[in-house]
Nanobody, 115 residues
Framework: QVQLVESGGGLVQPGGSLRLSCAAS????????MGWYRQAPGKQRALVAS???????NYADSVKGRFTISRDNAKNTIYLQMNSLKPEDTTVYYC?????????WGQGTRVTVSS
């Protein structure tokens, strides 16, 4: 079992920045990758960015050059630095942990980009 707690969401103006955090606890040794997903009302969750235990990253085309995923293994935490935010980035962001046979989700943190 893995527990994930997200934080850092909030309200920002277009062009602003936020940094999301996701702290993992539990059976963390089994995690081989973690990622950030987002889900707008009426839509399926979509990958925003992911990072493996070895540090390899992957990004959705819509956020490349604006978002950066990183990790702090000592703190069992991943981050999503979001710059140049756009109104279309507004939604709930979820942290996900990848295990060999399981996936675990956080509760989500809301990001609102509006003037």
């Amino acid at each position: 079992q893995v527990q994930l707690v997200e934080s850092g969401g909030g309200l920002v103006q277009p062009g602003g920045s936020l940094r999301l955090s996701c702290a993992a606890s539990g059976s963390i040794f089994s995690i081989y990758a973690m990622g950030w997903y987002r889900q707008a009302p009426g839509k399926q969750r979509a990958l925003v960015a992911s990072i493996t235990r070895g540090g390899s990253t992957n990004y959705a085309d819509s956020v490349k050059g604006r978002f950066t995923i990183s990790r702090d293994n000592a703190k069992n935490t991943i981050y999503l630095q979001m710059n140049s935010l756009k109104p279309e980035d507004t939604t709930v962001y979820y942290c996900n942990a990848y295990l060999p046979a399981d996936r675990w989700w956080g509760q989500g943190t809301r990001v609102t980009v509006s003037s």
